[in-house]
């Protein structure tokens, strides 16, 4: 038997050659890099990439080292590539935001909210702009960003993700439709209520309304009340309104202790989320590509084609730059069945080298990429 001090004494001969060999081809594909620079030629060589390690694999002496090789010239290939983006300096997808010391806001300021007195939403917008502003609500989140689109509001508060229920996967397809941007964000508490009208009883009640999102939220004391029938509504707030409207006392709305003091309703009962540390957290959005010189969370969005490894490659370039990545979600393309599209958000400033470089290597091997904004997280 080869003694085992003996052995790493060869591999450790083998891995410097590997290194000197690795430094002498990275400097080979900076030349390529120049090269491509002065015809304009694309980084990225697919068919160049496919014909090498068909190649290479043929080279090795048995399957698993076929195998091998090829699995270690794909990470080869890929970090080439990532040196040559460097040096070719392909225009930022980025490059068209503006970096402010500060969001514009003044006494003209105009802020749209999702729903009506008494939402969630007009609570972040509340907090986040305080009271002083000149603000409207709209009944659709589509409505929300067409107002900020159409430039009838500065700002638009919208939910995006809920500590208990996931993504709102409404709010990413809009972005992407509307061509907004995300500017700023913030986190409210949500303690859903149960409310109703004088003399309503929860073992009495027939109607629960409510938006989508806190019917979620309430799932368990649903399923354990399952005698009341549960009605998808506009907003909470929408739902508190028509239960007053509506005059009925089988009928109650979840929504927060704020809706019930807006329509006279009381609560039946506090807090029926099932997660007592629910929260929601809220988008800013607007119509313009600016970002905080101090933001440090880039969220984007890309495609890619429906090929294996694909997404893994293109996540090597937010690991290759050091880039901490907080959230990833994926949302089917409409008309390509079961293709999906990435909306990720990275630890980061537009302005940092390695958002630059990660945003580059992306914008090359994408089917497309989009930067939705950069924001100071909460
Ligand atoms: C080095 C090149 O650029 C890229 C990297 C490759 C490599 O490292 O072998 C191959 C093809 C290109 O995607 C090249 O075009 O030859």
């Known amino acids: 038997m080869v003694d085992l001090l003996k052995s790493r004494e060869d591999i450790d001969r083998i891995d410097r050659q590997i290194i000197s060999l690795l430094e002498e081809r990275m400097d080979i594909a900076k030349n390529v890099a120049e090269y491509k620079i002065s015809v304009g030629k694309k980084v990225y060589d697919k068919q160049r990439e496919d014909e090498k ?29 990532k040196l040559q983006y460097t040096l070719v300096k392909t225009e930022s997808v980025s490059k068209s935001f503006e970096a402010i010391d500060k969001l514009p806001i003044t006494a003209d300021t105009k802020v749209v909210f999702f729903g009506q007195e008494g939402t969630y939403t007009q609570q972040c917008m509340e907090d986040y702009f305080g009271t002083d502003i000149d603000s409207f609500n709209e009944l659709t989140f589509r409505k929300v960003m067409e107002a900020v689109k159409e430039g009838r509001a500065d700002y638009g508060v919208l939910p995006i993700e809920n500590s208990s229920t996931g993504g709102i996967s409404d709010i990413y397809d809009l972005l992407l439709e509307y061509d907004n941007y995300i500017v700023g964000e913030h986190v409210v508490q949500i303690q859903n209520a149960l409310l109703g009208l004088e003399g309503a009883t929860i073992e009495n009640l027939k109607t629960v309304y409510s938006h989508p999102q806190p019917l979620m939220q309430c799932a368990k004391f649903l399923e354990e009340h399952d005698y009341i029938e549960k009605k998808e ?14 005059g009925d006392i089988t009928q109650a ?5 704020k809706a019930a003091g807006c ?71 409409n008309g390509k069945n079961f293709e999906y599209r990435f909306f ?20 090359e091997e994408a089917s497309s990429v989009r930067v939705l904004g950069n924001i100071k997280k909460e």
Request: hydrophobic share 40%; charged share 20%.
């Open 233 to 246: 509504y506009l907003s909470t707030a929408a739902s508190a309104k028509k239960v007053m409207e509506d």
């Open 344 to 363: 990720v958000d990275v630890e980061g400033n537009l302005c940092d080298a390695g958002v630059i470089n990660a945003l580059r290597g992306i914008k």
């Open 263 to 333: 329509y006279g309703l009381k609560i039946l009962k506090d807090s029926i989320n099932f997660d007592n540390t629910n929260c929601t957290r809220f988008i800013i959005i607007a119509n313009q590509k600016i970002f905080l010189k101090d933001a440090n969370k880039v969220s984007i969005c890309f495609e890619l084609p429906h090929k294996s490894g694909t997404l893994y490659n293109m996540l090597s370039h937010f690991i290759y730059n050091n880039l901490n990545m907080v959230k990833i979600e994926s949302r089917p393309i």
């Open 53 to 81: 390690l068909e190649t290479l694999g043929s080279l090795a002496s048995n399957e698993f080292n076929k195998h091998a090789a090829q699995e270690l010239f794909t990470q080869i290939m890929s970090i080439s590539r």
């Open 253 to 257: 709305a979840i929504g927060s202790k």
